[in-house]
């Protein structure tokens, strides 16, 4: 696959986990599980997932239709191993963070599959 092959498929994946973020509060049953803590903790929870989805949706669309810049400039390179970093460090967090379950250690696999989609694109 070419560099913008493997960006395109980084983009779909990358919309796909925004998609999965908004779906959390259903997900995770959110309407009763937030009340249960304080307000500022509750807030935090629904911001950074509100913020984490807006950066996914820019990574998957800079991805998609900037694959060319992505792939041939240094800077586009550079913003390509930032979004496999942070692939990666995800995958590192749900070992850390998380209980070593198959569905655990699904995400995981899942999270460096994420990061593989941007380092490929690098070499």
Known sequence: MTAQQWLFAGGIYTAGFAIFH???WRLFNWK????KLSPINRAVMQVMNLTLTTVFILFA???IAYADAM???DLGRVVTG???VVWALRAAQQL???NKS???LSFFVL???GAALYTLPLL
């Open 102 to 104: 198959a569905a655990s």
């Open 71 to 73: 792939a041939g400039t």
């Open 22 to 24: 908004l779906a959390f």
């Open 61 to 63: 669309w800079i991805s």
């Open 96 to 98: 850390v963070f998380f």
């Open 82 to 84: 930032g979004i496999a």
């Open 32 to 35: 009763e599980q937030l009340p």
């Open 111 to 113: 999270f460096v599959f």
